[in-house]
């Protein structure tokens, strides 16, 4: 929700360095007061998108897309399904050319119990516009488009039970025409809280969905893993873990990119030894099972997304607390990590100030790789957004 969405400052800026071989872009428009970037797609190193959300002065939470044209990022005109005194926000982008992309977000509509509801926005090659999906209560939460224009959204929606409402797994499908629901799991059962985070897609019979859910009002959630196999989508085993000192707590994923039916990543987090803290956790798909791989971050740390440019180069991002710190907001520092084929390895990030975090990564190649968040001079003040070219160590500016 926009309220989830980190606060920051001004748009993103030009980058310093050269782009000979990229051109167009649209002109800038007003910058952004405040806002947050949860997503970004990129299709080659002279376009990408980001998504998320920002706060005009004196207004509602509007809608956030950028576009990197090669040399800068520039804010683009984007419609906001709610209407003016209604928050609306972005969640999650995905492209394949430069034609076409999809991005999906929710409204909140005000009230004494707020109704949210799940929209999708697509881009024809020359303007964003909201196309009618499924309607229902609820918030999309990830997107992915397959090699045949089709496309997945996944997020969750709310069911009421006896004056009670829950989170139920939603998907629905976009077959080229319009969106249409299919059916999902829930194996938390009838009056649990179950939802999607993230989805990735290889092709027309082979698709992930990750999240979590729970199977008892007090009981911590646990990862849910859902595979598309062209016919349905089925749970598929995934594994929980306890905190070091074997404390029972939490595990959830956020982020998943498939590579091949038989190569797929899943990150997120499983309890840490201190009591609501947590650890970054990495999944790998071999094509039978979901294990966990070694994961070089310790202690306190969570990633929150992950992608792909091939089998040995594979790119997670989130955020981490130095050892000692303490209260109730602890700084945390960026954390990227990378996979080069055989581990994993910690990546040292281009920037150095007092707490910042990364929210989303992009990969189309070796060399082209964005990571996109927000840093702050301050806790809670003087807050920018961070755009870095991870894989050569270089911040956007």
């Known amino acids: 929700m926009i309220g989830s969405i980190p606060m920051a400052g001004p748009a ?35 376009n990408a998108w980001s998504v998320g959300g920002y706060l005009p002065h004196g207004s509602f939470p509007r809608t956030l897309i950028e576009r990197w044209n090669g040399t800068a990022w520039r804010l683009q005109r984007s419609p906001n399904p709610g209407g003016a005194t209604v928050e609306d926000g ?8 430069s034609a076409s992309a999809w991005a999906v977000g929710y409204s909140i509509y005000p009230g004494a119990n707020s109704a949210f509801r799940g929209f999708c926005l697509h881009w024809d090659g020359k303007a964003w516009k909201q196309v009618p999906s499924v309607a229902v209560d609820g918030e999309l939460l990830g997107v992915a488009v397959t090699p045949h224009s089709h496309a997945w959204a ?5 069911v009421k039970v006896h004056r009670h409402f829950y989170e139920r797994t939603f ?55 859902e595979h598309w196999n062209g016919t349905a989508w089925k749970v598929v085993a995934s594994p929980n873990f306890t905190s070091p000192a074997n404390r029972p707590g939490p595990n959830s994923l956020r982020g998943v990119t498939a590579i091949s039916p038989s190569d797929a990543w899943a990150v997120g987090t499983y309890p840490d030894t201190e009591a609501g803290t947590f650890q970054a956790l990495v999944l790998h798909w ?25 089998p040995s180069d594979v790119w997670a991002v989130g955020n981490y607390t130095q050892p000692g710190a303490r209260g109730s907001f602890p700084p945390t520092q960026i954390l990227i990590e990378h996979w080069n084929g055989s581990g994993w ?36 003040g003087r807050c920018t957004f961070i755009s870095m070219k991870v894989a050569t160590a270089t911040l956007v500016k």
């Not at 972005?90 to 050319?97: F, G, N």
């Not at 996944?154 to 709310?158: L, R, T």
């Not at 390895?345 to 910042?356: G, R």
């Open 12 to 46: 993103f800026a030009a980058n310093h360095g050269s782009a000979a071989t990229c051109s167009g872009g649209n002109p800038q428009l007003a910058a952004a007061r405040l806002g947050g970037v949860a997503g970004v797609a990129a299709t080659s190193s002279c």
């Open 286 to 310: 071999n094509g039978k099972t979901w294990s966990r791989a070694t994961n070089p971050s310790a202690g306190r740390s969570e990633l929150v997304s992950v992608a792909s440019a091939g």
């Open 171 to 225: 998907i629905e499908h976009w077959n080229g025409r319009v969106w249409r629901q299919t059916p999902s799991k829930n194996p938390g059962g009838p009056q649990r809280t179950d939802e999607l985070s993230s989805v990735a897609v290889t092709s027309a019979t082979d698709a992930w969905a990750v999240g979590s859910y729970r199977t008892g009002p007090d009981s911590p959630s646990r990862n849910l893993i």
């Open 154 to 158: 996944v997020g969750f929606a709310y």
């Open 90 to 97: 972005l969640t999650s982008v995905a492209a394949r050319t």
């Open 345 to 380: 390895q910690v990546t040292a990030p281009p920037i150095d100030s007092l707490t910042h975090w990364l929210s989303t990564v992009a990969a189309t190649s070796a060399s082209d790789v964005w990571a996109i968040g927000q840093t702050c001079t301050q806790l809670f």
